[in-house]
Each structure stands twice: as C-alpha cells, then as structure tokens.
C-alpha cells in the first residue's frame, strides 16, 4: 500500500482559463490531467463548479446550496471564499470481498472554505477528482454561528449539456423496484406515468423525478452516472430534472413532515458523485463509489464469507408455497394467538422436512448455506395492516424445529441464513434486534436477509428518509457487533457503505428476479442494473431460474444461459440459486456453471457494454486464479466477441461455454442452450451469439495438453 | 383474599323501568345497590348506556362506538344484542405499595354481547359496576370478520345532567402541566384561550377539549369524576364538550398522521371511568382505576420499595447551576466531541462534589436516595433542537466520578436514583435502554427518574398517542426484567398500570413543583390535583421547599407548613425533598417532619374535601402504625376540623403539630409556620388553621403516660 499526501495551499484566487470562459475560481485536474473540475462563486456569491472530461463539458456550471428551515438566510448565496486547499491522494487498499482485489484511491483534492457574509457561517466543499470522475460533498465544521440545523432542500445542480440518453426509473420515497426505462431527458416527463408501476409502498413525487445511480448516455459519446457516496445518516437523494435548461438537482428525501435532514456541526453530507467515460464499461470499472467512503469499521474481518445459496424462497414468491402456516387467522397477536391450535393450510413452505430437502440439495452440490422465508410466525397479517408487533424474529412455526434443523444443518455442512422481514415495522426490529441476532449467533447462522416490505412505521416515514437511512445503518453496526453479515432488502439502495462496512455483504433496492414471478422483468433489465444500481454495491439478484414458466403463471424473461451469465456479470459475494433443486435436476449439464462460479474476484475486465442492449464481463477468480465470463443481452439477438487476451499469454486453458441456441429466445424458447468445450489461450477470439434476453456464461481454467486431448480449439 | 364469581347467563331482553323512561335493555345494579347502570340499544341500534346513583342521574342516556378509517360500516348503529350476561366479583388484593394495604374489589359486571348487523362484526361491551362508579370498556373478540382496524374516533359519550362545575385543564396532546381552572362547563370555552399557558412541548385541539381525570361537582350535590384504567397500548383519552347539550365525548390522541389507534383482535380498548360520590373524599377513596386493572404481572415484587430521596435537581430548576457543562459547544455530537478539552462553565450541577454532599446529608438525615440530574453528556444542546442521537445515558460528564460517587454512595448507605432525560428522542431511549439499565444494575441504582421533555421523535408523533403509550409500557416492562423502578416525568398521565406494573412507582404527568420556579402554581393546585391527576396513581410532585424565593425570582405559591402536608396528601411511594440542604438546615424543626412521615401505608381517610379549597388526609403507617395528618387549603384562610375517632379508643397519643401562624400566607409569609406537640385521643377533636396556600401536618404515635408528661391534652 503506497500512500502520498500532497498538500498544497492556495488560499489565494486564481485567474484561469476554463472551456470557453473566464471566471475567478479554482480548477484542478485529475491525476492523468483528463478531468478537470472548475469551483467559482457567481457574482451573486453562488458556489458553482464545472466539470470537464478531456476537454468536453460533462457538467457545465451549476449551483451549490441548501435552502435551510426556519431560517432567513439559507445557503445559497452570498458566500467568500476564505481558503482554499489542493492536495494530493493516492493510496491501494484491500477490500474484503469485491471485484477487485486491490483498489486504487487516486485523486486530487480541492477544499474550497466558504464563508456566507450575512450570516457568517462556514460551509465548506470538498471536491474529489479521479480519473474517472469526481465526488463533492459540503462540510459544516464546529463554528459560532452554526449548531443544528434542519434542511429544507438541499441545492446541489448536475447542469447537463444536452438532451441525453438516460436510463432511469421514477424517483420515490419509498421503492426502487422499477423497471429502467430508456428514454431522452426530454421524455421523461411524458413517459413517468407509464414508468410508475404498482409496488406494496411507493411515493413517486415528481413528474421529473428520477433516482440515483442515473445512467446517461450523451450524444458526443460520454457515459455519464450521477450518484451518492457513503449515504449515512441523511436522507438519500434523488434527482429532478428541469427539462427545459436540461438542469439536474439533487431532491432529498424527506420525513413525515417534509422536512429533509437534521444534522449539527461537525455535519458533512454524503458524496455526490459523476462518473464519466467514453465507454460504458469505464462506468463499470470506476472505483470512485468505494473510495469515498471511509476504510473498513471492522477490525477482524475473518468472519465475512461470500456465500453461495439455494432456499425456500422462490416457491413462496411463485405462489406454490406460502410464508403464512394456516389460514384461519384474520389477525396474530404474538404471545397470544395459540399456533399449536390453529388448522395448518398444508402449503408452509418452511417446514422442517422442506428445509431438510433443502439442505441435502446444498450440501450435495456445495452450496455453503440455506436460506428460510416464513419459519417464524406472524406471516398470517403482517402485510397491508401497518401491524406495530408483526415479528418477534426469535419465535418458529410449529412445523419448524430449529433446533433439529440447526443440527442437521451443521452435520451437513451447511449454514444456515436468517430472514427477518421487519414488514416495515422498524421500531419493532429494533427493540428485537439483539435478541434476534443473539439466536441466530446462539444457532450459528452466519447472515441475515433482513426486509422491509410496506409502508413505514413509524407510520409517514418514507423508505429512504434520514430516519430510515440511520436505521438501516444501526441494523448494520449492530450485526457486526454479532459477527453477522447483513443482506438488507428494501432497504436504501447502497453507496458504497459496505466499504466501511464490509458485512453489509449485499442488499436488493432495485428490481430484482422476484418480479419475474409477478408479471417480468425487463429482458434487458440486467444489462442496465450494473450501471445503475450496483454502481453502490452487489445487489442479492437471486439469479438461476431454470424454469421460466412458474407456478403462478408468470413468466420469467430470461433465457437459462441469460440466467447463467448473471453469476458473473451481476457482482456479489452472496448468490442465491433462487429455482428449486427440482428444476436444477433437470438440468444437470447447466446447473455445473452455477456450482462453479466463484464469488470473489482478483480482478475484473468489462469486456463489451452497452447498457439496455449487452454486457460482457471477465473476472479472475481470487482463490483458483480460474476465469469466468459473462454475458447478458437486451431485446435483440447479438452476436458479441470475447478476445481471451487477458489470459497468460504462455497458458493454455479449457472454456466451458453454456450459450444459447441460434433458436433460443428468452418469451418462446428459454430453456434453448448448449455447452460447448473449447481450448483457448491469450489469442483466441470467441464470436458468440446471444439470444434476445440472452447470454452466455464460460469458464476457463488452465489445462494442460492431456486434458485437452480431444478437446477443440477456439480459433 | 376471598373470591366470589357468579356466572348468571341473561340471554334475553328484559324490560324494566330506569330513571324517568322505559327502554329495552340491560339493567344492573352495584354491590350495595346504590349505584344503577343501564344498557340500552336506541332506535337506530346504537348502544346507549345510563348511570344512576341514589336514584339521581349521573350520566344521562349516552350513546357508545367508534367510526373506524377506510371503513364504510362504522360501529356506531345497527347493532343487535346477541348475547348479555351479568356477574359478582369480589376479591380482597394486596397491592405492593399504597395508600392502603388491602383493596376490595368488589362489582356487578354486565357483559353485552352486540352484532353490527350491516358489517356481520362483533363488538362487547363490558361494564363494572363498583358502589363508587362505573368502569365500562369496548372488546373485540377473535372474529371472522375483523382482523386489523384503525380507530378514527372513539365515540365515548358522557352526558352531564346539568352545567356542573369543572376542575380542568386543557385538552392537548403533548402536555398535562397546566394550573386548574375551575370554572363552569358552559365557561370552558370562553377560558380556553387564558388557560393554555405556555410549555415546552403543547398541542391543544379543541376549545372545548379537557384532560381527564376530570373532577366534576353537580348543583344537586354529586362529585362526579370521568378518567380511565388500563391505558395500555391505546392512544390517551380526552374529553370534548359539546357545550349546549353538556356531553362529553371521547377524543382520542392521534398519530402524526391523524389516525388513532391501530387495534388487532382480540382488542380491548381501556376502561372509561365515572366515579361518583355524595362527597368528594369518596372520589378519593374509590379504588375503580386499580381494580380495573391486572394484577401485578411481577411475581417477585420484593425489590420494589418505597423511596425518600433528596437530589442534584432543585438548584437546576431555579436556575442557580446547570445540568451543562459547558457553555462553549454549540451541538454536541456523541463520540466526536471530546469534553475533556472543553472549558466547564463553572456552575455545572452534577459535580462529584456536589454529589458527595448530597450523600452525606441523606446519610444524616435518614433519606433513602440521591437523584442527580445532569449527570451524563449531552445536555449542551438537549433541547429544542429535535436531536435525535442526544444522550447515551451512560457517559459521565468529567467532573462526575461514577465510579466514586458509587463507592461512596455505598459506604454511607445510601442509593444512588438515575436520572435519564430522553429529550422525547424515544427511538434513541429505546436503542440505548438495555445498557443504560445494565449500568444502573451493575452501580446499583433502584430507580429511574425519566423525562420526556419537548416535541417528539419520531417527528410529529405526540407524547399521548398510541405509538408513545406503547413505548413508556414498554420502558416500564423492561426496566422490571432489571428489577428498576421507574418514575417517568412528562409520559402519559396514569391509568392504574402501577397495580399491574408496581415497579411503575410514580409519575409525573402533571404540573408539579417545578413550576413554582417557572413563574409558580396556583396555590390551591395541590387541593385539586389528588382529585384529577392522582386517580390515575402516585405523583413525583417533588414537595418540601422551604424557601419559596427562589433563585430566579419565582415565587413559591405555598406556606412552609403546606409543604410538609404534601407529603401526607400527595400520595407517593416516592417521595423528594426536594429544596437544598442548606434550606432544611435554616429550618431543622420544620425539617424533622419530612424526615419521619411514612411512605406506605395501611389505611387513608379523606377527612375533609373540596377540590379547590382544601384537602385533610389521615394515613396510618404501614410498619410502625403511627398516623399522619396533612391538610393543604386553597387562596383563602380556612380553619378546619379534625375528628381523631380514626384511633384506637383505648390509647394515648403524642400529636405534632406543624401548622401556618395566623399571620401566614403563601404569597407575603410563607415561612411563618409552628409546631405544637399535644396530647390527643379517639375523642379529641383540633381545630386548626390554615393559611391561604397554607396547610398543616401530623405526626401521631402511641405513647405513654410517661412520654406525655408536660404535653397538654388536645380538648
């Protein structure tokens, strides 16, 4: 790990030259001189900034500020610069778990300290600039005049310089559970009502509306992605677009009544970031989102494992089973109603012998643990009634014997993962959060899936709120104090916290496979969710449906080889095998790449992309040095290219290609794949096709001659 | 303990004659017959009840029900009586502490079964009826067609026969400190405006809105008082009047959102309260609120003991020192600021010193235990800012030696009262109660002092909803898993949950001494409040000031003498002494009442009684057997009467007279108080003074021809 700090005072103003005017300001430059960011006050004393990517404009002049509550002089205007400062990062860290094993933090820094005159209080602006983009956040250092404070809005402009390309679902207070829709800014407007699509709580608030991460496409040929980084305790933002001056600005989410955030001195909001490339993939391969958030919390961090998973899941999200163990109860009233004298409707899922099934599936195959929905009671009325003490999170159903089952589990060789839906009721979580996680350490379960289904209680708060963001967050900490790894659903889409934080292991707050059971997908929808909603963190997708016709009638837009792919291109350290060991059984041949995949990565290479229309990802396996590829693709069939040029080059290795037929389409022939074996090395090129909704998945480990005897090789 | 249940099953509708109609209905009488409720569905299907005691209306026809939210069939007409049934109970119970170490619970219960004949949905009500009132409450059993509903209104109605004479205070949400007003029902409204002074946190609602326990007194001679029992889990009652037809109505405390209560089956609402007398001392003797609550739920109760303590508190209120430390910080932040650099303001309260000093004169003067408040960081910044992370309750400030304080504390055999002041930031008390009482545990504190001052969080929550009834049961219920008790400042008024949940030893939830710093009380508040805010159990009203000058320039609206009586007729197992050592030293002769008056007791006699004007309670100790006498009097000079028939015939007794001087007056002599020790027996009677704001206090004991010699015989 090398580690420079430069630091460079420059409290005086400089004269300089910037696109194609002239203002009095700072700029600084990203460390190979590409990015350049531009700060100046307005004549109106208004902080704004520029930023510039080889020369184009990326974001032209915009605002900084916040409209403050109860206040009359907001933080809009009127500043002087007091100091400024420039210096000098560059430092290699080592995450946990991730894509890369090692993670470069290279940047130039600029603090720009602000005095508002009127008021004579201090904001400062730290700018970030990496090559790939920059991060900015204001800090509210211990002062005289500026204790707490409450934010009405805060003002932070993205000024685009056209009618991009944007890939975007409605911006909500309380789901992120849409699908992308690809659209011009100009469109946006026109296509949200549409855009908006029933969820169990949502709160869309503008017609304009969007949320972060936003994926942008402009027509000079920039990928542009506005997000946040290291979101912790303040309201997560969205973006709104004026889509006249083609202006961005940031849009908190607000409490239950319209207020924004709370905060006191020292204050420092979360990054607000742009990342920026001249190809999709550099998106994908910025590391801008983890860098800026703080190193990791947790000292010994032996305990945090990838895991793969299969559960008893997906037959209660297709209807077959239910969550609930009988049907005779409009209402549970915990330490009330009597389980063990009510009539079972015979279609728990999560019985002891379903869960056994499961575990002998995991323990056959490798997986490392077992996911169980519904084992606790409570399922009978916990959604839709705003019910305060839903779960207690400690407590089974009758037909589920922990204690038998824990020890059947660890015979095998299996862990076991915990489910606690909160339905929302967070205060309720809390008060049993210690004896929920005492359980699961007392039984040995290594993670939680935690959920939050519902509208919020407190009742009027929004999902994404500054109290809920502090929630999720105390969720997190306090697990780690238990040695628990958190999978948090529902909850706030991630910024890169699990860097800080490296046992918050995944999160879903997007549109995840669930949905293929209530109506689909998308078919191009993960070839957008990596730009988008995994720019924060891997998102426990729950890939690996097999069977795209379901229970309930639904079906899954996906072909098998597409579902495939998403254990490679999808990152995560936890991965479920969301179908049943049924239908993996009926597909033995295939179901081999999911019982290969690897979960951690030395490094990872985006091969081709193209969000909305194909993906292509590589990605060296830490332990094995074994390479996967994965590719996703949109509505059309494709034909892509893989150059195998990140091989050794003096190596030769065995591909095992699982594909789709030239027949294959993710509506009317899904299942239609082949698996070829192919020997390559640093020369090969492989031109495959995918299918619409398509895919391919290879993995490639070094052979030597003998076992490529009779194998083919690639040309 | 003696228990008699008789089922008598009434299936049918009877018709009989009540008051001045003939109805349909139900129609049971109390224990000694004095006291007649009838039932009643009206024309339109309504449930109507009536109380009638001696043959006088108390509540004339008054329909029941509620309109629930999201519900076209409300529960307010078209029922049909399914079912009703009467039955006796009659139990001796033996509360943990008291003003009485046996309780009679002793009614006539009706139960009435009803069907809403539109929604097919059952609702009962049940009735009991004591020889003192009525306590009636709404259940919802177990049902096919009711599960969850959301109580918009409870439509309670109590209809007054007449345009009594109210003792009340305004309705509101957030706040029970307001000064009675006594006014007629008819002049409430025009009061309103004058009556709701300013406080922290207020939201008043109506202009015709009180709290309860509402203290009542008809032109035809009956004290009639509406309060209720068993406030668990369900939002605060106030009362509504409709100020031409004279009827109260239930109004409910809402959520943020304006909803009431959120119930499941099987639910019960509390019982709504009329107590009734031809005197107001049998308000005072009624024991409705307890007997309609649980029986303790703590099964070893020999932790909880009543307290006299003195503290770190008075000289905060007065404003002579400071819970702070610092006046340096603006905001203070938990974990970041660091109060070891930062300048003490010289007049922090809280100081191991300070303590120590506390300690030592509780040691030498007999008291049990030590209150310090402002004893652990945050209190820079506490108020008004709506901090949600604004104390941890368990780190001292610097200048408190926790560990000292507790050593020395011990050694001088002395317990050591916490003090934890949540600011309303509920969700922070609940995430850090476990370890703030496992502190308590591990240094030994019996008891809590909690505080619930300023607006709530979560945001727009109010401290009287459900959702915060909800929390101080739930502080209460954990703190009992630690063997605390618990005395909660500015939470719900009681309901009698201290029979269920006796580690609930006292509250505040009213306007206590502390006022007297604030500008001062009313100097007849003290005659009212046992009638109002004491039907719901014991009051932390902190008595025992001596210098009524205070530091500020408040005045004290009490004569010395006054004070002492509080603690005879402000029933508490908590008691304080609540001015300065220094104080009591000026007074040594004075001070040696509070030093011996009991804090338990065997029985309580309400001697004389009128709220408003004054208040003679005799007590007899629980262990040693002595009595006490207290009297407190309203604005004007009053001499009153004591009959000493209460004690045994055959004895002699040594009475201690501590009394105002003729000349005394709350406002312009406060302090002229004497004590007179006389001779008395079962026939003597005293007729003694009191000044206005004044009052007197007895010490009686047994005592011998010897120990009576020099002592003049009371004539």
Redo the contacts between chains.
């Keep these: 790990m090398k580690l420079t700090i430069m630091n460079l005072r420059a409290s005086y103003l400089i004269l300089f030259l910037f696109g194609f005017g002239t203002v009095f300001g700072q700029e600084i430059k990203s460390p190979n001189g590409e990015m350049q960011l531009a700060f100046s006050l307005d004549a109106a004393g208004a902080p704004t900034y520029q930023l510039n990517f080889k020369n184009k404009h990326v974001i032209k002049s915009s605002r900084l500020g916040f409209d403050l509550k109860n206040d009359s002089t907001d933080l809009i205007q009127g500043f002087q610069i007091i100091n400024s400062s420039e210096s000098t990062f560059d430092e290699t860290w080592t995450p946990v778990w991730g894509e890369e094993s090692e993670i470069r933090n290279h940047h130039q820094e600029l603090l720009v300290e602000l005095m508002h005159q009127a008021s004579k209080r201090k904001m400062n602006i730290r700018f970030r600039l990496f090559d790939t983009g920059l991060g900015f956040r204001y800090e509210f250092p211990?002062?005289?005049?500026?204790?707490?404070f409450?934010i009405t809005e805060e003002l932070s402009q993205f000024a685009m310089t056209g009618d991009h390309t944007a890939f975007w679902i409605p911006g909500d207070y309380d789901t992120q559970e849409y699908d992308y829709t690809e659209s011009k800014l100009s469109e946006i407007r026109g296509l949200m009502e549409t855009a908006i699509t029933p969820n169990a709580s949502q709160t869309p608030f503008s017609e304009t509306g969007v949320q972060t991460s936003l994926m942008m496409k402009s027509t000079d040929g920039l990928y542009i992605n506005i997000h946040e980084a290291a979101l912790i305790d303040y309201p997560a933002m969205h973006v709104e677009l004026d889509d006249r001056a083609m202006v961005f600005q940031s849009h908190l989410t607000p409490?239950?009544?319209g207020?924004k955030g709370?905060l006191?001195?020292?204050a420092q909001t979360p990054w607000r970031t742009v990342i920026v490339g001249e190809k999709a993939g550099d998106i994908l391969a910025s590391r801008i989102t983890y860098n800026l958030n703080e190193p990791s919390k947790i000292e010994d961090t032996s305990w945090i494992k990838p895991m793969k998973y299969v559960g008893v899941w997906w037959e209660m999200i297709t209807g077959q089973s239910s969550w609930s163990y009988t049907d005779e109860?409009?209402?549970?009233?915990l330490g009330?109603t009597d389980f063990s004298t009510v009539k079972p409707n015979g279609r728990h899922g999560a019985t002891t012998e379903n869960v056994k099934k499961h575990i002998d599936f995991a323990a056959e195959h490798g997986f490392d643990g077992v996911l169980v929905e519904g084992w606790n009671i409570g399922w009978e009325?916990w959604f839709g009634?705003?019910?305060?003490y839903v779960f207690d999170f400690v407590t089974p159903y009758p037909d589920f014997d922990l204690d038998g089952i824990t020890a059947y589990a660890k015979e095998k060789g299996v862990q076991m993962i915990m489910h606690h839906e909160t339905s929302s009721s967070v205060?309720n979580y809390?008060?049993h959060l210690?004896q929920a996680y005492q359980l699961m350490k007392d039984y040995g379960y290594p993670a939680v899936k935690s959920g939050y289904v519902g509208d919020m209680l407190?009742?009027?708060?929004y999902h994404y709120s500054q109290?809920l963001v502090?929630h999720y967050q105390?969720a997190v900490e306090k697990a780690a104090e238990y040695h628990i790894m958190v999978n948090a659903h529902e909850a706030v889409r991630p910024t890169g916290v699990a860097r800080t934080w490296p046992n918050l292991i995944a999160n879903e707050s997007a549109r995840g496979t669930e949905y293929q059971a209530f109506g689909g997908n998308k078919a191009n929808h993960v070839t957008i969710l990596p730009f988008t909603r995994q720019i924060g963190g891997p998102m426990d997708y729950t890939p690996g449906v097999f069977e795209m016709d379901v229970f309930n009638g639904s079906h899954v837009n996906s072909t098998l080889a597409n579902q495939l792919a998403l254990y490679v291109t999808m990152y995560s350290p936890l991965q479920m095998a969301a179908d049943y060991p049924e239908n993996y059984m009926r597909f033995p041949d295939a179901f081999q790449f999911i019982k290969d995949v690897a979960l951690d990565w030395e490094k990872s290479l985006y091969l081709e992309a193209e969000p909305g229309y194909y993906l292509t990802v590589a990605r060296k396996a830490k332990d094995t040095g074994e390479w996967f590829v994965g590719n996703v693709n949109g509505f059309e069939g494709r034909t892509g290219e893989v150059k195998f040029d990140f091989l050794d080059a003096d190596k030769t290795y065995l591909a095992e290609i699982y594909s789709d037929t030239a027949d294959a389409h993710y509506k009317t022939n899904p299942q239609a794949y082949e698996i070829r074996r192919v020997a390559v090395d640093a020369n090969s090129v492989l031109k495959q096709f995918s299918a619409p909704g398509g895919g391919y998945a290879i993995r490639i480990r070094e052979a030597s001659k003998e076992d490529l005897k009779g194998v083919k090789k690639l040309k």
């Design positions: 211990v002062q005289e005049n500026m204790g707490h409450v409490d239950a009544q207020d709370y006191l001195t020292p109860l409009k209402a549970v009233k009330v009325d009634n705003s019910k305060d205060r809390e008060r210690d407190p009742r009027g708060e109290w502090n105390y």
